[in-house]
């Protein structure tokens, strides 16, 4: 069973990992973006830490709704919204009980994803953070480091799409060729998962 000092691991896992590859990231966002998804991670997640330090969520519904309200009080490019709403809704969707099971945290992970697609309108392919999340998520029900390697082979796989959203979508055809940020972001998030579990 998984209790909110396993979902405070992730937080922190996640954290650190978005310190050590903030660079990239944002070297990612500069061919088709603005530059600025590494930063933005960057200060969304040291906010995140500091609170859950500051407030100490006993459950793991808790630990994430709070993870996720803060993203999106303190990033303010797409991402933040994107984020936070993934947080706050798996979150809510674990309920408010001490301890969850791998299996609650899949299906709640995929509620998660399905709010990101209802607020971004981004569907699979679309070379957004989903093509990260939705693969991860169908292969949570496997383990958790399926589920890391699922997240950096939907990543890659954005290369030779084309954007159909967010700023990387003004570019058009130039948008083929490039790696999108926020699918890198999102295999960093679901490999901090993994870490989180040992895995
Ligand atoms: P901004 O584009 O506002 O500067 P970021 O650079 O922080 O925000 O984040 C960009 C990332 O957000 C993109 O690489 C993409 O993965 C994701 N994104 C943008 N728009 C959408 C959307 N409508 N649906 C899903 N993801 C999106
Ligand atoms: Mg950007
Ligand atoms: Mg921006």
Known sequence: MLDAEFFRRWMTAAAASVDREAAQLTALDSPIGDADHGSNLKRGFTAVREVLEKEAPGTPGAVLTLAGRQ??????????????????RTGKALGDGPEVSAEQLAEALRTGVEAVRALGGAAPGDKTMIDALVPAVDALGDSFAAARSAAQAGAVATVPLRARKGRASYLGERSIGHQDPGAASSALLISALAEAAGE
């Open 71 to 88: 993203l999106i009080s303190t990033v303010g490019g797409a991402s933040g919204p994107l984020y936070g709403t993934l947080l706050r």
